[in-house]
């Protein structure tokens, strides 16, 4: 069986994940190491059981030799076509580096005269993006078969549509797989019983997988779509999504709390009218923006991890204000991490399509960004480009008399990819890249900066989406 290079890849980033994982842990418990540890504790040799504790840095240079050592030989393996010599390199890899992993972090635990503490961020952001990342690899492949035994499939020759861009038929059902991916864990990490706001999110999330599903095995008309997306979206706001106030960097904020409904029912409820309007135009508006951009291998995925990400550091930094904000950063990182998992099966060439229930991932995204004291702004930056591209859509399909939700040829990735002629993989780095550096603009300004950066790139975008209109297809 022939190991690709791409496959190659992922153990060993797997591999110096664990690696360095296993850094950073040593690092914080470095400093609540006693000066002699037990460095090699099962093996009876005299002096060497007890060493300075600085040794442990021995077990992890190892890793990081082991990594590098095989790495190269796989590589040089692969190029000759020995491919079962290169794929016994990258899983002695990662079986050796796991053990001195495991042996590395049972030393510093017996070692340590009293409890490990770990920045606050670890618990919050960390963990819970690794933990759905692992999940989301694990039932991915088995949500891959049931579409496959069940015919959730596309297929180029059966479902015409003008975006097609498949030869050939592929799973669906990954927003089903991205789902799982955050509830799994979801379930041990928040506080989905209690909170009306997660459980709002959770289950208007679950609607459009639901549908989606319905979807992926026979064509559901784009207006019961869009009526579907309307009630994941009331449940959402109801639930207390509701955005109460809009940034003004010039002056002051925009509120919209102004005109208000309260209901006396086991308590005071406030209904504010123009709050939720503002937010179901907003979630509606992300969730088929952020869609519309997922017609081309790797580039979705790259969209919900890097914007999710950004939005739980955006709300990291709002701690000390608001406490509160915890499970939003942990549910921001579970979907950062799903949304990374998923990339592993949706990178040129996917094994999985998302489907309808993609939307699901921008319901979360723009839920988020209106909590926690977030800026909706900060997330439009991240996905400037999906948006804009999503407003010429708009005008496109209006000015030709269509329905702004029928699908076509036109998007940015389609101009990428036919017009310049570009790869899949190139196009996938290409939005994973810019969205990279658009959220670290987000997270580096504020205020009028952020205004001015938001101005420019939008400028500078959509011009460059309107010479890419006048870009002909390349002759072959």
């Known amino acids: 069986m022939k190991l690709t290079l791409n496959s190659l890849t992922w153990i060993y980033i797997a591999s110096t994940i664990i690696f360095l994982l296993t850094s950073y842990y040593i690092k914080i418990a470095y400093s609540f190491l006693p000066p002699k540890i037990p460095f090699l504790y099962t093996l009876p040799w005299g002096n060497l059981q007890l060493a300075d504790k600085s040794n442990i840095w021995i077990l992890l240079a190892l890793s990081a030799i082991i990594i590098i050592t095989n790495a ?13 010599i290169s794929r016994f390199y990258s899983v002695v890899t990662l079986l ?3 053990v001195l992993s495991l042996y590395t972090i049972r030393i510093a635990n017996i070692s340590v005269s009293k409890e490990i ?8 952001l960390l963990v819970p993006m690794i933990l759905s990342f692992l999940t989301t690899i694990v039932v991915t492949p088995m949500v891959i078969k049931l579409a496959k035994k069940y015919n959730f499939m596309d297929d180029p020759f059966r479902h015409k549509h003008p975006a097609m861009l498949l030869k050939k038929p592929v799973p669906r059902a990954g927003g089903l797989a991205f789902l799982l991916g955050i509830l799994i864990p979801g379930i041990f990490l928040l506080p989905i019983l209690s909170s009306q706001k997660i459980v709002g999110i959770i289950l208007g999330s679950i609607i459009c997988v639901v549908v989606g599903l319905i979807d992926d095995k026979k064509d559901v008309s784009p207006y019961k779509r869009l009526l579907v997306q309307g009630l994941s979206i009331a449940i959402a706001v109801l639930s207390g999504i509701i955005l109460i106030y809009i940034s003004n960097p010039f002056g002051e904020a925009i509120k919209l709390d102004s005109y208000k409904y309260v209901i006396d029912f086991m308590g005071e409820h406030k209904i504010y009218y123009l709050g939720a309007l503002a937010s179901a135009l907003w979630i509606g508006w992300t969730m088929n923006f952020m869609s519309w951009a997922n017609g081309t291998d790797g580039v979705y995925a790259g969209l919900v991890t890097i914007a999710s990400f950004v939005i739980s550091i955006l709300m990291l930094q709002t701690l000390d204000e608001d406490p509160g904000v915890g499970i939003f950063i942990k549910l921001a990182a579970l979907t950062s991490g799903a949304g990374l998992g998923m990339a592993l099966f949706t990178w040129p060439p996917q094994k999985l399509l998302w489907g309808f229930g993609a939307t699901s991932a921008g319901l979360i995204i723009a839920a988020l960004s209106i909590l926690g004291s977030t800026k909706v702004a900060t997330t439009l930056i991240v996905l400037m480009i999906p948006f804009l591209d999503g407003l010429f859509a708009i005008v496109r399909r209006l000015r030709r008399g269509q329905m702004p939700f029928w699908g076509d040829r036109e998007h940015l990735h389609h101009k990428l990819l036919e017009g310049l002629g570009w790869s899949k993989q190139k196009v996938a780095i290409f939005y994973w890249s810019t969205t990279l550096l658009l ?9 009028q900066l952020r205004a001015l950066s938001l101005a420019t790139l939008a400028t500078v975008i959509i011009a460059g989406i309107a010479l890419l209109n006048f870009v002909k297809k390349p002759t072959k």
């Open 72 to 84: 190269t030989f796989s590589i040089v393996e692969n190029t000759k076509s020995n491919f079962y």
């Open 439 to 447: 959220g670290a603009i987000g997270i580096l300004t504020s205020g």
């Open 96 to 98: 050796c580096v796991s």
């Open 117 to 124: 503490i770990f920045p606050i961020w670890t618990r919050l």
